[in-house]
């Protein structure tokens, strides 16, 4: 995946659990608003981390290789 879209997923996941985060906050819920900010982190860095999975053609494979 380009970098630059990967930047736009990242700042649009962070700003999501940035949201449920205060959203959560508002509501009183303190635990839960922690994992929400966790998660968006999390999921965020496991885009960066981990590479994309591409799955490769075997039909286009020359006999015997």
Do not use: N
């Amino acid at each position: 995946m380009p970098s630059h879209i990967k930047l736009m997923l990242s700042l649009a996941c962070l700003a999501t659990a940035a949201c449920g985060y205060f959203f959560m906050v508002y509501l009183g819920q303190q635990g839960p608003s922690y994992a929400v900010a966790f998660l968006g982190v999390f999921a965020t860095g496991a885009m960066w981390i981990f590479p994309e999975v591409v799955k490769k053609d075997l039909k286009m494979r020359p006999p015997g290789s």
